[in-house]
C-alpha cells in the first residue's frame, strides 16, 4: 500500500525521579544521604533512509514514544537514561507541526538525521539538598515531564522529470520503457493509482528521475479524478513532460491547456518550470495525419518545424525543439523545450526523448 501523508503524535521520555537515600554501613555513623540523580527521558530523532519508500508502516493514529529514565538509586547510582527513539521517514519527507501548519524538517538526503524533541531531564537525589542546617534530606526531585507533539509526515517524492497527462495516454508505457520502473499497464483510465520512480540510465554514468503521477482530467483542482492529489509528488521537479495523445477523442490543443491549467491552479511554481511536450502513440496514427496535427499544433504554439538538430530525433516527422537547453544561451523557459511525437510500443524517438530530458536536466543541475 502507498501512502504520502499521515498524522502522528509524538512523546520523548519523561526524566527518573531522583532518588532518597542514605549510607548505612558497619561503623559508619551518620553516613549521610547518597541516592542518585534519574536518567534523562529519551529523544525524539527523525532519520531519512533511501529504503524506505512510503509512510505505510505508519499507522493510523499512531502514538510514538521515547523511553523513560530510570529511577535514581542509593549510593549516589544515576538511573539510566531512556533510549532515544528514532523514526525512519523516506527521502522527500515533510515534518509539518499540526498546529502551526509550520514545515520543521525537509527530509531530502540518505542519512539525514534530525533531533525533534528532547527528553526531560532526571531529577536530582536528595545527595544535592544536604547542608549544614539540612543534615539528613528527605526529598529529592522528580523527573522533567517529556515533550509532546502533533505532527503531519508527507511524502513529496524527489525527481528530475515528471511526466503530466490525461489518463491511458502512455505514461507508465513510457516509464517502463525508459527507467527500470515496473508500473502496471493496462487499456482503460486510471491504471495508474499511485505515482512511480524510475531511473532513467544515460551511458554508462550519467542518470535522472523520472516520476510518473495518475492521470490528470479537467477539473481535477476541484477535486475530479485522482491526479490533483498526487501533483504533490512534482513539486519538488523543475522538468515537466506534458504527454500529449495523437489518437485521442481530445483536441490536442484542449488536453495541452487543460493540463497546463491543472497544474497552474495546483502550484505557481509548478506552472513556471521548464516543460516539453511529448506526442505519444505516434505509431497508430498514419504518416500524413501525423505530420498535419503536429504541424497544426506547432502553430497553435506560435512554433516552426525544426528541420535538423543534434538530438537525433527522426526527420521524416515534424518536430520542435530549441537551440539551447542553457537560459544564458537563449533557452526560453516559457515556451516548451522541445514538440516531438513518440511511441514507446515502436521505440520512435524514445532514445532522443531521454538525450534531450538528460540536456534539460543538466542545464537545471548546473544552475543549482
Not at 509524538?10 to 527518573?16: A, D, F, L, Q, R
Not at 531511473?199 to 491526479?227: C, R, T, W, Y
Amino acid at each position: 500500500m502507498f501512502t504520502d501523508s499521515v498524522e502522528l503524535t509524538v512523546s520523548s521520555g519523561k526524566g527518573g525521579q531522583g532518588c532518597v537515600a542514605f549510607r548505612r554501613e558497619k561503623f559508619v555513623v551518620n553516613g549521610g544521604p547518597n541516592g542518585g540523580d534519574g536518567g534523562k527521558g529519551g529523544d525524539i530523532w527523525f532519520k531519512c533512509d533511501n529504503n524506505t519508500h512510503t509512510l505505510s508502516h505508519f499507522q493510523k493514529k499512531m502514538h510514538i514514544k521515547a523511553d523513560n529514565g530510570a529511577q535514581g538509586e542509593s549510593s549516589n547510582m544515576s538511573g539510566k537514561s531512556g533510549a532515544k527513539r528514532v523514526i525512519i521517514v523516506p527521502p522527500g519527507t515533510q515534518i509539518i507541526d499540526m498546529e502551526s501548519g509550520e514545515v520543521i524538517f525537509d527530509m531530502l538526503k540518505d542519512g539525514q538525521e534530525e533531533l525533534f524533541i528532547t527528553g526531560g531531564r532526571g531529577g536530582l537525589g536528595n545527595t544535592h539538598f544536604k547542608s549544614s542546617t539540612n543534615q539528613r534530606p528527605t526529598y529529592a526531585q522528580p523527573g522533567e515531564k517529556g515533550e509532546t507533539r502533533r505532527i503531519k509526515l508527507d511524502l513529496k517524492l524527489i525527481a528530475d522529470v515528471g511526466l503530466v497527462g490525461f489518463p491511458n495516454v502512455g505514461k507508465s508505457t513510457l516509464i517502463s520503457t525508459v527507467s527500470n520502473a515496473r508500473p502496471e499497464i493496462a487499456n482503460y483510465e486510471f491504471t495508474t493509482l499511485t505515482p512511480k520512480l524510475g531511473q532513467v540510465n544515460i551511458g554508462d554514468f550519467e542518470s535522472f528521475i523520472m516520476a510518473d503521477i495518475p492521470g490528470i482530467i479537467g477539473g481535477a483542482h476541484e477535486g475530479k479524478g485522482l491526479g490533483i492529489e498526487f501533483l504533490r509528488h512534482i513539486e519538488r521537479t523543475e522538468i515537466l513532460l506534458f504527454m500529449v495523445d495523437l489518437a485521442s477523442y481530445r483536441d490536442l490543443k484542449e488536453q495541452i491547456e487543460t493540463l497546463k491549467e491543472e497544474v497552474a491552479a495546483f502550484s505557481d511554481k509548478l506552472a513556471h518550470s521548464k516543460y516539453a511536450i511529448a506526442l505519444t502513440r505516434a505509431d497508430v496514427v498514419p504518416t500524413e495525419e501525423i505530420e498535419e496535427l503536429v504541424e497544426g499544433f506547432l502553430e497553435m504554439l506560435g512554433l516552426e518545424v525544426t528541420k535538423d538538430s543534434d538530438i537525433g530525433f527522426d526527420n521524416t516527422i515534424p518536430y520542435y525543439i530549441q537551440k539551447t537547453a542553457d537560459e544564458t544561451l537563449g533557452y526560453d523557459r516559457e515556451l516548451p523545450y522541445f514538440v516531438v511525437p513518440i511511441s514507446s510500443a515502436a521505440n520512435k524517438n524514445i532514445e532522443p526523448l531521454k538525450n534531450a530530458l538528460f540536456k534539460l536536466v543538466q542545464s537545471k543541475r548546473l544552475e543549482s
